[in-house]
């Protein structure tokens, strides 16, 4: 860790804790990036880039990248939203994914945010629901909070409130219902209007994207016979195209492909249905396409 800042390294702020914090470095460390977190200090050299790591919260994030104290970013689409920053969405990291909803006890006989005019709401959110509100014709009385918004209702503080639901068990922990969904949201990487480096801001996109797309997917190999291989390649079609090799055998060729994650095991089973052998899924660490 270098003692100051320098004035013309890119700065990506990333989250000091919470549950984007360990995400955010384990997505920086895959890209490549070196850098030591010391004694809870507020910001990291990265070894070999001029990149500076600077730990922030979560939802400041955004108003300091649109202020240009940071160049980038890592945090949720739901703060951008809120902080209604002046900034850009580089990347979707497909991690971190959440709703952000109105929400009454499970016996409410309301059912729908516009007939919450006139009613209190408890939200960390007050920019985005006075948003949603206006766009529906309602007013109501918004209670900004930091957090436990799920038990305003109980303290009698609100009759609704707006909060992040991920699996729905805080709600059901709670005895709420989703009335109404405003968003759905997830982790991204943001770009402030005036980057100190866009080389750089560049190169860390494309790796980070190299290491999102690693993520899902797998390569596959696979032998089949020459005959078979139109069949095959519908099967696996791969992300641009599969990469074929001849074997000694020359009926035979062997196959390497990109293959979605979750689809590995049912594609290897119709490759085997017709005639492909020595099928192997391999996971891919980082790629750049
Ligand atoms: N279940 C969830 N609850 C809240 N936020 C979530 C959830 N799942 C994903 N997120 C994302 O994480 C962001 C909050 O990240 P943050 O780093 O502040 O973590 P935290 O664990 O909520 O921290 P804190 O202890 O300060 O509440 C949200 O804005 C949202 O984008
Ligand atoms: O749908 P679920 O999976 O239950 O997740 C949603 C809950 O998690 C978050 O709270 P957090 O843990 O961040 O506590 P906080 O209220 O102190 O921010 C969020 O504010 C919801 O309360
Ligand atoms: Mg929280």
């Keep these: 860790m270098s003692a100051s800042l320098s004035t013309d390294t890119l700065r990506i702020g990333i989250p000091s804790k919470g549950r984007l914090s360990e995400l955010a470095e384990d997505l920086l460390s895959q890209a490549g990036l070196r850098f030591r977190r010391q004694n ?10 001029p990149i500076d790591l600077i730990f922030l919260r979560t939802d400041d994030i955004p108003t300091l990248c649109a202020e240009g104290a940071i160049d980038m970013g890592v945090t949720g689409s739901d703060l951008v939203e809120e902080a209604d920053a002046d900034v850009t969405t580089r990347m979707n990291f497909g991690v971190g994914r ?26 960390s959110f ?14 109501a009385h918004l209670v900004s909070l930091a957090g436990s918004v799920e038990v305003m209702i109980q303290l009698g503080v609100a009759d609704a409130i707006v909060d ?4 729905g068990s805080t709600l059901a922990a709670n005895r709420l219902k989703i009335l109404e969904e405003i968003g759905a949201y997830e982790t991204v990487l943001i770009q402030g209007p005036r980057c100190r480096d866009t080389d750089t801001a560049d190169r860390l ?27 095959a390649e519908k099967i696996t079609p791969g992300y641009n195209s599969p990469t074929v090799n001849s074997l000694e055998d020359s009926d035979w060729c062997s196959v390497q492909v990109m293959v979605r994650r979750g689809e590995v095991a049912e594609v290897m089973d119709r490759l085997k249905s017709i005639g492909a052998s020595a099928i192997f899924e391999m996971l891919i660490h980082n790629c750049r396409l």
């Design 205 to 231: 996109v494309a790796r980070l994207e190299g290491v999102v797309l690693a993520r899902d997917y797998s390569m596959v190999e696979y032998n089949i016979p020459r005959s078979k291989l139109p069949e």
């Design 40 to 49: 809870r200090g507020l910001f990291a050299r990265v070894a070999g880039l």
């Design 164 to 167: 992040l639901v991920e699996t």
């Design 98 to 123: 959440c709703r952000l909803a109105f929400c009454v006890p499970d016996d409410s006989p309301i059912r729908s945010a516009a007939e919450l005019d006139g009613k209190r709401i408890a939200t």
């Design 126 to 139: 007050p920019a985005v629901t006075a948003r949603y509100l206006a766009q529906h014709d309602a007013k």
